[in-house]
């Protein structure tokens, strides 16, 4: 039955309760080059914004200056000096930073402060605090060159800054810093972002670039990375785009010091922020201190997300319809996958001591993580229990699934080799397949 547009809102509304509930009152620094004002989509993600701030959402947004400098610099005929990826910021190069910065959070306010009726902005009320958050120092000469007014994070102003945040405001900083002594210094969006998410114990950083995410080998988009595996694939020469080394580094310093998730995200992809973090799969790489992805026993908490796996798969005849009294009882038996708090696969044992077998019964894994080694973990942990009790055999019975389980070493057997007391409820109208995989 194909379902009406109104029950798929309803469907997807569900859906994003979780994240509604979990995000509100959280911490997001969100990063965002000059690329996307100059590309015009800065007003796309003041709309976004809008809506996490209707949430609940405290939001910190750090903005770059880089083409608008360079335009600037162009203007006066004047050329650019970059370092390790940073500017080398002479007098001119600060004039033109400070005044572009200056525009540009004017720009960006403005935008913020969108209200007209009929649109999706209608009602924000957004309330936009800046101010001198950021105090840097200088980087001095690095490799023998002088970097003159080029700066790095000393410290993050974060009592005022959640001040700010408490009073319902929105905080916007600029790539610029200042000294106790009055000096002004030119700073990497990318430091100013991981510093202030770090100072604030942020639940996000999110740094909105021109690419999609960080790739692979094969140019594939990686969806998940540990701290681990991103300093893996720093390591690599050549490895990534240029904007994926300018940010990993700071997403990998900003999870070792208590970031709990940073994200890299194209900022140039319609609804890209609102679909990284309200789906599960995201649309960008999601960094991580450790893995999301974790085997363990079931408890009974677990009964819904093992349900949500399994009735798809009793409605078309696969696995058999369970009394759902009898699951609640026998969670302790199921080992399930779970996936950043979502239990995305199930299996059960049900041992069988006086014949040394056990019972591989509910193996479920959800079909966005299908073909994906996820059916392989949960049937080891099953067999690894099955040998902790020194037993001779596994067995499953299937009516769909044969050929994926003779893959993994099972063969078919007969019925009768079923121990006693499972041949006795055998349901001869389904037929199912017996397959017994040898220890």
Request: proline content about 3%.
């Amino acid at each position: 039955m194909r379902l009406s547009a109104q029950d798929r809102f309803i469907d997807w509304f569900q859906s994003v309760a979780p994240y509604i509930h979990a995000f509100r009152g959280r911490t997001f620094v969100i990063a965002f080059g000059g690329e996307l004002v100059t590309d015009g989509r800065v007003v796309e993600l003041a709309v976004d914004l809008n809506l996490l701030a209707a949430l609940g959402v405290r939001l910190v947004l750090v903005h770059g200056a880089r083409p608008q400098i360079e335009a600037k610099l162009k203007a006066q005929r004047r050329r650019s000096r970059f370092h390790r990826g940073l500017r080398v910021t002479d007098d001119v190069a600060l004039a033109c930073a400070m005044e572009a910065s200056g525009r540009l959070r004017v720009e960006i306010e403005a935008l913020l402060s969108l209200g007209l009726p009929n649109s999706p902005m209608a009602g924000a009320g957004i309330r936009v605090a800046s101010g001198n958050f950021i105090t840097a120092r200088p980087i001095g000469v690095v490799d023998g060159i002088d970097f003159m007014h080029t700066g790095e994070v000393r410290k993050v102003d974060a009592m005022a800054i959640q001040r700010r945040l408490q009073d319902g405001e929105l905080v916007l900083l600029s790539p610029l810093g200042y000294s106790p002594s009055g000096e002004v210094f030119n700073l990497g969006l990318e430091d100013v972002a991981a510093s202030t998410a770090i100072a604030l114990k942020a639940d996000k950083l999110i740094f909105l670039m021109e690419t999609a995410g960080v790739t692979g080998r094969r140019g594939e988009l990686l969806r998940e990375l540990t701290v681990k595996q991103a300093q893996a694939l720093l390591a690599r020469s050549g490895a990534s785009e240029s904007d994926v080394r300018l940010y990993l580094p700071w997403a990998v310093r900003a999870c070792q010091q208590g970031v709990k998730r940073s994200h890299l995200i194209s900022g140039h992809t319609d609804d890209a922020l609102l679909l990284e973090l309200f789906t599960h799969r995201g649309v960008g790489t999601l960094l991580t201190p450790d893995p999301l992805e974790t085997l363990r026993a079931a408890r009974l908490d677990d009964i819904g997300g093992v349900l949500r796996l399994i009735e798809p798969l009793e409605a078309d005849g696969t696995l058999v319809k369970r009394d759902r009294a009898l699951l609640e009882r026998e969670m302790n038996r199921f080992v399930v996958l779970d996936h950043d708090g979502m239990v995305i696969g199930c299996a059960a044992f049900y041992p069988f001591p006086d014949e040394r077998a056990g019972e591989l019964a509910c193996l479920a894994v959800h079909p966005d993580f299908r073909n994906q080694g996820a059916g392989e973990r949960l049937l080891r942990e099953i067999e690894t229990r099955a040998r902790r009790l020194k037993f001779k055999k596994v067995f499953v019975l299937t009516t769909r699934a044969e050929h994926w389980f003779v893959e993994r070493g099972f063969a078919e057997t007969n019925i009768d080799e079923l121990p006693r007391q499972k041949r006795a409820l055998y349901n001869y109208q389904r037929r199912s397949v017996v397959l017994t995989k040898r220890l």
